[in-house]
């Protein structure tokens, strides 16, 4: 309880975490309050918000109802965003612990493998990926995932290089332990904080990438995305600005809201570890 | 200069060994991708399954998959990526002809964000935890949070539809046959707004890091000494705060280009700029998986220069880069 309430103690912390609370409402509400197909004919075409209010957002182009799919947008993109991330993140930590625990040609194999990430532009390696593989949810999430992983891996590497040299990794050794299960029971738990610490900025850039994708059409066809909501109402750009305006308040809401969020985390952590 | 060459030296011998990363990934990508370049030949022009044998036989497909690497790999030392599918002409053309433009945005990105983002952070950072640094904190985080597609589309509905003050897309004036300053300003002011839709996004990061670096260099004990020796508060915050909390900008710099060239895919795709990322946004549209791959080298390898020209400049502001290893 105490630590929730040190998390919200900056008003910065309380605003992410309520944005971040919301959304997960939203998302987990979505089936339930729209029922049936989001991507479903609605009602008459381009219908202006607050005129009907059966439909309080109106409808888009094809006269989809436009809450119902920011709804569900809201649940495509913290799954993606989330899954995206927890893979990069997974990744890296595994990556990065390897490398930074064996040392030698391994690790700087794995580290070169790392900068040749890191010097494709991040996008345009996940554009690659969706378009070659096809695209799906599945899909985007290692694409995003392929393209996050490296920052995760190098702060992994730079905390496994310290703990490697600590007295309980020596005792670890001496009892006889498998390296591997040195690496990845002893020494990898320890490193993790460090690599935490990015998951907003992950998560963050996750969802940004994610938007942008479905925003140039590759996103997977049969979900409703925020990005791909944007992309649809480009079309009709000069006569329903709003249906591409919408949609992107909601985005940066979101993105917002993880960047307090994990501000606040940060903080709160921190200040602990200076108490201590 | 010694310096320089022991920095460049050492760059290079990495750059190799990534670059040649990045090419076998990239092979292994279009192992992957559905179809070879026979395939896409075949669905333009029509062909029976002599035809096709005959074809994967001379363009060397049919032969093992480490044959085909180092064919690959043949092709790219004398600057060859191919042919594209849906231009009917050799990538390195297609790609050096949109090159220019992408350079062009880029840099004038780069320029606006790191000019006005690092001194609105001189700004903030100049009294750090005032209401003015708070204010530009917050702002500058919701700026981040902004995607530069919705940004650009954004900015379209208000100052392209609604004000008409600046054109909606392209680069130039299509068919006005100017030419000199005309032409000059005439590309500037389509550029207006996808170089501030790329650039304002990355503002927010130097403003950041700018802030933060202040932050730090105000606990430093030469700020204590500039002070106790009665300097103007203008001049510590310029020539030894500020000052300081520079040098890792200029670092950013190059880490940032590979993510802005990402970025520049969808910032010309919203604004129909015909650059690189355009180009590639086509390849996809077109399944042109060599031109999307040729595309990605190429970004490789402009990441590689500008992070080489990052660390020249970096050694050029900090005498002590490099100096080690020059004298050892």
Redesign the interface.
């Known amino acids: 309880m105490s630590r929730l309430r040190r998390f919200l103690r900056t008003p910065?912390a309380i605003a992410g975490a309520s944005i971040l609370a919301l959304l997960v409402v939203m998302a987990l509400a979505a089936p339930l309050l729209f029922p049936g197909d989001p991507q479903a004919i609605a009602g008459p075409a381009l219908l202006p918000p607050f005129q009907d209010w059966s439909l309080p957002l109106g409808t888009d182009r094809l006269g989809r109802d436009v809450l119902a799919e920011l709804f569900h947008g809201a649940h495509t993109s913290l799954a993606v965003g989330l899954a995206a991330a927890a893979a990069a993140l997974l990744i890296g930590a595994v990556v990065g612990t390897l490398a930074g625990f064996a040392g030698g040609l391994a690790d700087e194999v794995l580290m070169?493998?790392t900068?040749?990430f890191?010097?494709?532009?991040?996008?345009?390696?996940a554009?690659?990926?969706v378009?070659?593989?096809g695209p799906s949810l599945g899909v985007v999430v290692a694409a995003i995932a392929l393209s996050a992983w490296t920052g995760p891996a190098r702060v992994a590497r730079a905390e496994v290089l310290s703990i490697r040299e600590r007295d309980y990794v020596a005792g670890a050794r001496v009892i006889g332990m498998h390296p591997l299960e040195i690496a990845f029971r002893e020494v990898l738990p320890n490193a993790l904080p460090p690599v935490l610490a990015l998951s907003s900025v992950i998560v963050?850039a996750a969802i940004?990438t994610e938007?942008?994708l479905s925003?140039?059409g590759?996103g997977d066809p049969n979900r409703v995305t925020w990005?791909g909501m944007?992309a649809e109402g480009?079309t009709v750009?000069?006569t329903a600005?709003f249906l591409?305006?919408v949609p992107?308040i909601a985005?940066?809401?979101?993105?917002?809201g993880v960047?307090?969020a994990g501000?606040g985390l940060v903080e709160s952590t921190a200040t602990r570890g200076s108490l201590s | 200069m010694t310096r320089a060459l022991t920095i460049l030296r050492r760059r290079l011998v990495g750059s190799v060994f990534v670059l040649l990363i990045v090419v076998i990934g990239s092979f292994l990508l279009l192992e992957a991708a559905p179809g070879d370049a026979v395939d896409a030949y075949i669905v333009s022009t029509g062909g029976d399954a002599g035809m096709i044998e005959l074809l994967r036989h001379r363009w060397g497909l049919d032969q093992s998959e480490l044959t085909r690497l180092a064919n690959y790999l043949w092709a790219l030392l004398h600057f060859d990526l191919g042919q594209s599918v849906t231009f009917s002409r050799p990538i390195r053309d297609v790609i050096l002809e949109r090159l220019p433009t992408t350079l062009l945005l880029m840099g004038s990105a780069t320029a606006l964000s790191f000019g006005l983002g690092s001194a609105l952070g001189i700004y903030a950072g100049a009294a750090p935890g005032s209401l003015r640094d708070r204010f530009l904190s917050i702002g500058s985080l919701a700026l981040y949070a902004v995607p530069g597609f919705w940004l650009g589309l954004v900015l379209i509905v208000f100052f392209a539809v609604d004000l008409r003050w600046l054109p909606i897309g392209g680069i130039e004036t299509i068919a006005s046959a100017k030419t000199g300053l005309a032409r000059a300003a005439d590309i500037a002011t389509h550029l207006v707004l996808p170089v501030s839709a790329l650039g304002f996004i990355y503002l927010a990061l130097y403003l950041r890091m700018m802030r933060a670096g202040m932050a730090e260099a105000w606990r430093q004990d030469f700020v204590l000494a500039a002070r106790a020796r009665g300097l103007p508060r203008r001049r510590i915050v310029l020539a030894h705060v500020a000052r300081n909390a520079l040098l890792p900008l200029v670092t950013m710099l190059g880490l940032q280009s590979a993510q802005m060239l990402g970025g520049s895919v969808v910032i010309e795709s919203v604004f129909a700029v015909p650059g690189l990322g355009r180009l590639a946004q086509e390849a996809v549209a077109g399944r042109d998986t060599p031109l999307l791959l040729g595309i990605i080298l190429v970004s490789a390898v402009l990441v590689i220069v500008i992070n080489l020209l990052v660390d020249l400049t970096y050694a050029f502001l900090d005498p002590r880069v490099g100096a080690g290893e020059a004298s050892a």
């Open positions: 910065e070169r493998i900068d040749a890191q010097t494709v532009p991040g996008f345009l390696l554009l690659a990926f378009s070659i593989v963050a940004l938007a942008a925003f140039l590759l990005g944007i480009r750009l000069r600005p591409s305006i992107g985005l940066v809401l979101t993105v917002l960047y307090l501000e």
